[in-house]
C-alpha cells in the first residue's frame, strides 16, 4: 500500500508522550521522516528507536521550545537533519488548572510561554521552509497543525488561563491560515475534548479528582484517536484544507 506522506518531513512538538508521541507514529507510519521535539531526550530517544526499527527515520531534538531562540534551532535541526519541512505539528502544551483567586502566576506564565508563546515561535520560524516545501516539493502543499482545546472553544471555570491560551491558539491559527492560504501551506486547528493523557496529572491531586468528577464515567479519547485527525488533514489533496476540527468523547457534554 502507498505510504500518503512517502518523502516528506515533519515536526512534531512535544513528542515525548501522549498526543505527540502518537502523531510521531502515525506520520512514520504513513512514510514521513519525524523530528522528534521535547524536552525528555530519554523518551525521544526511545521513540525515535520504535520508529527506525519499524523502518522509517526519526531525528532526536531536544528542546524547550518556551525561547525564540530554543524554537528556531528546534527547526534548523529539523531542516539540517531531514533536509526540508513539508508538516509542523505544534502539540507540546500544559494544563494547570485551578481558582483564579490566589493562583500560583508562575503556572499562568509557564502555560503561556508553552501552549501560546512556544507555539507561535515554533510557526515562526517553520514558515519559510513550509513555504518553500509547498512552491518546490512534489506535493506541492505543506501543513500546520495546531493542538488548542474545547477549552479553547468554551471557557470554564478553573481554566481561566489555559482556556485563554487555547482561544489564543485558535485566533492565531485563522489569521495565520488567511495568511498562508495562497501560497498552499495549510493552517489547522484540532481541538480534542477528554483526552486520556498525562496532561491532567501536572495538577495536585484534589483537581485532578476535580477533573475525573466533573467528566463522570465516560470513555475518554486516546491519544491515537487525535493523532489520527492529524494524520487525516495532513493527507488531504492539495485543494482541500481543513482548517478547524472538534473531536469529543461520544458521552462528553
Same mark, same amino acid.
Given at each position: 500500500?502507498?505510504?500518503?506522506?512517502?518523502?516528506?518531513?515533519?515536526?512534531?512538538?512535544?513528542?515525548?508522550?501522549?498526543?505527540?508521541?502518537?502523531?510521531?507514529?502515525?506520520?512514520?507510519?504513513?512514510? #514521513? @521522516?519525524?523530528?522528534? =521535539?521535547? +524536552?525528555?531526550? $530519554?523518551? !525521544?530517544?526511545? &521513540?525515535?528507536?520504535?520508529?527506525?526499527? /519499524? *523502518?522509517?527515520?526519526?531525528?532526536?531534538?531536544?528542546?524547550?521550545?518556551?525561547?525564540?531562540? #530554543? @524554537?528556531?534551532?528546534? =527547526?534548523? +535541526?529539523?531542516? $539540517?537533519? !531531514?533536509?526540508? &519541512?513539508?508538516?509542523?505539528?505544534?502539540? /507540546? *502544551?500544559?494544563?494547570?488548572?485551578?481558582?483564579?483567586?490566589?493562583?500560583?502566576?508562575?503556572?499562568?506564565?509557564?502555560?503561556?510561554?508553552?501552549?501560546?508563546?512556544?507555539?507561535?515561535?515554533?510557526?515562526?520560524?517553520?514558515?519559510?521552509?513550509?513555504?518553500?516545501?509547498?512552491?518546490?516539493?512534489?506535493?506541492?502543499?505543506?501543513?500546520?497543525?495546531?493542538?488548542?482545546?474545547?477549552?479553547?472553544?468554551?471557557?470554564?471555570?478553573?481554566?481561566?488561563?489555559?482556556?485563554?491560551?487555547?482561544?489564543?491558539?485558535?485566533?492565531?491559527?485563522?489569521?495565520?491560515?488567511?495568511?498562508?492560504?495562497?501560497?498552499?501551506?495549510?493552517?489547522?486547528?484540532?481541538?480534542?475534548?477528554?483526552?486520556?493523557?498525562?496532561?491532567?496529572?501536572?495538577?495536585?491531586?484534589?483537581?485532578?479528582?476535580?477533573?475525573?468528577?466533573?467528566?463522570?464515567?465516560?470513555?475518554?479519547?486516546?491519544?491515537?484517536?487525535?493523532?489520527?485527525?492529524?494524520?487525516?488533514?495532513?493527507?488531504?489533496?492539495?485543494?482541500?484544507?481543513?482548517?478547524?476540527?472538534?473531536?469529543?468523547?461520544?458521552?462528553?457534554?
Amino acid at each position: 500500500m502507498t505510504r500518503r506522506l512517502e518523502g516528506t518531513a515533519a515536526l512534531v512538538t512535544g513528542a515525548s508522550s501522549g498526543i505527540g508521541h502518537a502523531t510521531a507514529l502515525e506520520l512514520a507510519g504513513e512514510g #514521513a @521522516a519525524v523530528a522528534l =521535539v521535547g +524536552r525528555r531526550e $530519554d523518551r !525521544l530517544t526511545d &521513540l525515535a528507536a520504535q520508529i527506525t526499527d /519499524a *523502518g522509517g527515520k526519526a531525528l532526536v531534538v531536544p528542546a524547550d521550545i518556551t525561547t525564540a531562540e #530554543a @524554537a528556531a534551532e528546534a =527547526v534548523e +535541526r529539523t531542516v $539540517d537533519g !531531514l533536509g526540508r &519541512l513539508d508538516i509542523l505539528v505544534n502539540n /507540546a *502544551g500544559l494544563m494547570l488548572l485551578g481558582p483564579t483567586p490566589g493562583a500560583d502566576l508562575n503556572d499562568w506564565r509557564r502555560m503561556i510561554d508553552i501552549n501560546l508563546m512556544g507555539l507561535m515561535y515554533t510557526a515562526h520560524a517553520a514558515v519559510p521552509h513550509l513555504v518553500k516545501a509547498a512552491a518546490d516539493e512534489p506535493r506541492q502543499v505543506a501543513d500546520i497543525v495546531n493542538i488548542s482545546s474545547l477549552a479553547g472553544r468554551n471557557a470554564y471555570a478553573m481554566s481561566a488561563v489555559y482556556s485563554a491560551t487555547k482561544f489564543g491558539v485558535n485566533a492565531f491559527s485563522e489569521s495565520l491560515r488567511q495568511e498562508l492560504a495562497r501560497q498552499h501551506v495549510r493552517v489547522s486547528v484540532i481541538e480534542p475534548g477528554s483526552v486520556d493523557t498525562e496532561l491532567r496529572t501536572h495538577n495536585p491531586e484534589v483537581i485532578q479528582q476535580h477533573i475525573v468528577s466533573a467528566l463522570g464515567d465516560i470513555d475518554r479519547l486516546q491519544s491515537h484517536d487525535i493523532a489520527d485527525t492529524v494524520g487525516y488533514i495532513v493527507t488531504r489533496p492539495r485543494h482541500v484544507a481543513v482548517a478547524e476540527l472538534l473531536v469529543r468523547p461520544t458521552e462528553q457534554a
